[in-house]
């Protein structure tokens, strides 16, 4: 789970960055229509504090493998 959040962040991410230069060269050449790269843009930020949260909450034990709920030191499990 914590793999499939970093690669959809990293996706996310890349996507804002891509948006947001597109954005800036719309209002460089005077165009005002950018309601759907900003559409887009908020998406995507939604998507990445998602996936940090998910990050955040989420973590595995390195010696039976199953999902701790809390960030503690040590595994209900073993």
């Known amino acids: 789970m914590k793999r499939i959040a ?3 962040l990293i996706a996310a ?7 947001w230069g597109v954005v800036g060269v719309k209002l460089l050449r005077g165009d005002a229509g ?3 790269c900003a559409w887009i843009g908020a998406v995507c ?3 990445m504090m998602v996936c940090l949260v998910c990050r955040a909450v989420s973590s595995r034990c390195p010696h039976c493998g199953k999902m701790r709920a809390t960030g503690g ?3 209900p499990y073993c």
Do not use: M
């Open 6 to 8: 970093t690669w959809v």
């Open 13 to 19: 991410f890349v996507v804002f960055v891509i948006d």
């Open 34 to 36: 950018i309601t759907a």
């Open 45 to 47: 930020w939604g998507v």
């Open 73 to 75: 030191k040590f595994c």
